[in-house]
């Protein structure tokens, strides 16, 4: 990526984004009137961050440079973020992820590049209205002394975006998630055991079912698994067993609105 645009990015000729007669998918969202660079976010916390947060109030990208410990950290959000990711840059520790509908969610994480299921970390994590508090005693890698690190939170915004969870029935009446919208891009991932982070979206399949899927924990191409799920005015239903419908687990999720061209707030793009 060589720079971004305000509808878009400018991608050079590496082979992981632009490989000839290859098809691929971008999803972007829209952070501050302009997409330009960061401000120094206020409150601060007890160390300074600098973030853009996006109109609605649904999400902040940011970055920090971590102090060892515990530390509390200003996300942007105007309420406590739901879901929180948080990377080292300086070393391939990969992502940690809080999610408020983890089993016991200040005490437990997940990983976006693993299949693992939730681990414990306890005190890991304190969200609150204006910081998220780090724990990197029991939790390395996500405020790790001198090293800067780089987040993204996200919150729940009514016909924006939803963070939530839902149970698994096995069934291809499946479990039906009301968000309030229509999505046009959903993440989930089961808590309960060994399974990919599922992304489906309405850029590669306008029409249902849905049924293509990508896996933001590994790099293989997308696969076709049967009927996952319908996008829905004011949610999504699964329409498989197993899958992202297996009995008696949960699975957390991310999804973000199709929101029209006369909505309140600019649409999410995807091509």
């Known amino acids: 990526v060589q720079r971004f645009l305000q509808r878009g990015v400018e991608i050079g000729n590496d082979v992981e984004v632009s490989t000839f007669n290859e098809s691929f998918v971008l999803w972007q969202w829209l952070s501050g009137g302009s997409g330009g660079t960061g401000t120094t976010t206020s409150p601060a916390g007890s160390i300074a961050s600098t973030s853009i947060v996006a109109t609605p109030g649904h999400f902040s990208v940011g970055k920090y440079t971590g102090a060892g410990g515990s530390s509390t950290v200003g996300h942007g959000l105007p ?65 790790t002394s001198s090293a800067e690190h780089l987040f993204i939170a996200f919150r729940s915004v009514p016909g924006v975006c939803s963070v939530g969870s839902y149970e698994g029935n096995n069934n291809a009446d499946g479990t039906f998630v009301n968000l309030g919208f229509k999505p046009a891009w959903v993440m989930t991932k089961t808590i309960d055991g060994t399974a990919a982070w599922g992304i489906m979206d309405s850029a590669r399949e306008p029409n249902n079912p849905v049924v293509k899927r990508l896996f933001a924990s590994a790099n293989s191409t997308e696969d076709e698994d049967g009927e996952q799920m319908d996008f829905l005015s004011n949610g999504f239903k699964l329409r498989k067993t197993g899958g992202f419908n297996s009995n008696n687990l949960t699975y957390i999720y991310l999804a973000m609105a199709d929101i029209g061209g006369n909505g309140a707030y600019p649409p999410i793009y995807g091509r």
Not at 80 to 92: D, I, M, Q, W
Not at 102 to 109: E, G, I, L
Not at 129 to 140: I, R
């Open 79 to 143: 309420a406590a973020p739901e879901f929180f990711l948080v990377k080292r840059l300086t070393s391939g520790t990969g992502w940690f992820i809080y999610h408020k509908n983890t089993s016991d969610p200040n005490n437990k994480f997940v990983r976006l590049q693993t299949t693992a299921a939730e681990g414990s970390a306890s005190g890991a994590w304190t969200p609150g209205a204006t910081t998220m508090g780090l724990n990197e005693s029991v939790l390395n890698g996500i405020n």
